[in-house]
């Protein structure tokens, strides 16, 4: 497994985004890859046909908003195509962020999902990995999220020694003890 | 003479990953050199016309700082400057796999801290290991090493004053695997006999220093050996 590397976009991968810049029929987001992609206006399960001339786009996206994105069409020769239509995608209004390289996201995941699962359960969050290295972690108490993405890195930092889970798991029962879930 | 053996190099210490902010970065001390590389990328081709469709562009910056040398140096870009950071760029790219990311740059800073002759060599050994440890897939190390002659005598990794009382300086890059020179500059006059030996010389060197490049990367992610093979066989087939 390689330590680090650059996030080279794939065909229906879920990445986290941010928006840089609004054009005439899209956004341009920032998806922390060598290659910039775009969000056209059509993509977005707001606009339905609407004129994108008349309706500014500001008011769907604006500069600097993150959201959850799949990657509809990427060949190497042109920037990726992003989509926001289909569930659990869209802005991200709420939350904590952790960047970790995109190497090193199969491992928090775990074989079968081993690793997530047992993340969500243990802190009571949501999280949603996104393949370009941008994790959000959603939860009802911001101690429970600041657990998660300290399990997180400490993933990034072990994910090439065995029996990860295990720690990961005991690092999280000792801090869920000082939140108020944990009492 | 410093008190090494005619074929022996000087000390070197190398580190990886010493800075934050760049993807890859590695520091090393050979002699008195002291010199830091940092990787940018691949990252967004800025200004976007220099782009290639097929595969990333390299960029490097060899530059030393003002108070590396004994007497001040403008911190301008000067003539040498520009020539080292073609030749060390053309040293370095056969071993980037960069047509995995085409249409992207990477770029490369070598910063020579301090100045004791064979920053070039140094330098490419330093760049080598900043691009392994910014994950980009590499073909394999690079290590650099020069040679030369004093006193009609062929001799190893030479010092500034070894540098400058010396007949000949022959830099050397080499990458151990593929048995390939990527760099080959001298500076003075060899005849064919000691030019071959030199040769021998610095090429022998430079396996010696690829396998302390190899222990750098090791220790910087302080796992076990076969680790760290595997690590290196995942980059290579990436």
Redesign the interface.
Known sequence: ??????Y?PRLDDIVLGRVTDIGMSGWQVDICS???AMLPASETPMHRGRDTVRQDLRTIYGVGDLMIAQVIAFD??RDPLLTTKGRGLGKVSSGLVARI?P?KIPRMIGKKGSMITMLKKETGTDIVPGQNGVVLVTGRDPDQERVAVEAIYMIEREA??TGLTDRVKAMITERMKGTKIGQ | MDGRRLDELRPLKLEVGVLDKA??SAYIEHGRNKILAAVF????AHPKHIAL?DR?VVRCRYHMAPFSTDERKSPAPSRREQELSKVIRESLEPSIMSE?????TIDLFIEVLQADAGTRCAGITSASLALA?????LRELVAGCAAGKIDGRVVLDLSDIEDKKGDADLPIAYMPKSNAIGLLQMDGSLTEDELKQALDMGVGACRTIYEMQKDALRRK?H?EHD?AE??EI??VK?
């Open positions: 497994m390689p330590f680090k590397g650059a080279i060598p290659y910039p190497r020769t390289p190497t090439h020694t | 993807d890859g990328g691949p990252r967004e469709a990333a995995y990311y085409p249409r992207s440890d910014a994950g980009i897939p992610y796992v680790e595997k690590e995942a980059e990436a």
